[in-house]
């Protein structure tokens, strides 16, 4: 297996419960960078976002950012690719989401905003420490949802709703996508779904990449846990779903590793000879 491209999410793939690069991962990402492959994170976050430990390794001058919103070279500091949602047709999607029981935010311009009622209320729909933070990091309060979704550039390139009721977000997880077919509907948190534009997935941004650096699909191999990286590892010319993954996406891959606390990224490249 000649592989010159690793993908791999970040949270719950190649981060650790403690949100860190465990040693033994490291290394073998060092290793392959060494050996000529390229590092490519892949996550729902802003490429502003990614922690600098990921971007401390080697060899990991492209980003796929927001589900595939976006790929991002960070060496020229330029966008490569974008695929975003029209205004009108997030601020009819914003008014159907007023009704649900949970709250919401968007990522536009490289930026997270949210509507300041919303924001205030961060601790709630927060079920863990560092999710806390990283909201409050990300998302930028405003006053008046148009106005803001007017200024800004491009469009919105994802919305994202935040639950604190479970079985509540297992409905909307149902309805949604059958309301909006034309959307690619996912989720990386255990209390969110996420809403993309149908080219905004990992998978498409992956696709794009791999034409653009001139690569095979089957030089390339990628990791991930939730829905959100299905796309990416049907996409790859070989896909890993991580230990902790969700059903539906072990049912995608290729091969199934350990989990992301057991070092499962790690011992697939270890295998396959990095």
């Given at each position: ?57 080697p060899a990991t001058r492209y980003i796929i950012a927001i589900n595939g919103a976006e790929v991002y070279d960070s060496e020229k500091k330029e966008i490569l690719y974008r695929a975003e949602l029209g205004k009108e047709e997030s601020l009819q999607v914003f ?132 829905t959100n990286d299905i796309s990416m590892i049907r996409q790859a010319g070989t896909g890993v779903a991580m230990g902790n993954a969700a ?28």
């Open positions: 297996m000649n592989i010159r491209l690793i993908a791999f999410d970040l949270d719950g793939t190649l981060l650790n419960s403690a949100k860190t690069i465990s040693p033994r991962t490291r290394a073998v990402l060092e290793r392959a960078a060494a050996k000529g492959a390229l590092l490519v994170p892949a996550t729902g976050r802003v490429h502003e976002n990614i922690p600098e430990e990921v971007l401390s390794l008014r159907y989401m007023d009704g649900i029981p949970a709250i919401y935010g968007w990522y536009q311009d490289g930026l997270g905003w949210m509507p300041r009622s919303f924001y205030e209320h961060l601790e709630d729909y927060s079920y863990a420490p560092w999710l806390l933070e990283n909201m409050k990091k990300v998302y930028t309060p405003v006053d008046s949802l148009e106005e803001a979704l007017g200024k800004l550039e491009g469009g919105p390139q994802k919305l994202q709703l935040y639950f604190h009721d479970l079985e509540a977000r297992k409905k909307y997880l149902d309805e949604i996508p059958r309301r909006y077919p034309q959307y690619a509907i996912s989720s990386s948190l255990e209390n969110n779904i996420e809403i993309n534009a149908a080219l905004a997935t990992k998978g498409e941004a992956l696709a794009f990449l791999c034409r653009h650096l001139g690569l095979k699909q089957e030089e390339s191999i990628a990791f991930g846990d939730g059903p539906e996406v072990m049912s995608a891959a290729d091969q199934v590793t350990s989990a992301n606390d057991e070092d499962g990224l790690a011992m697939v490249l270890e295998a396959c000879g990095f």
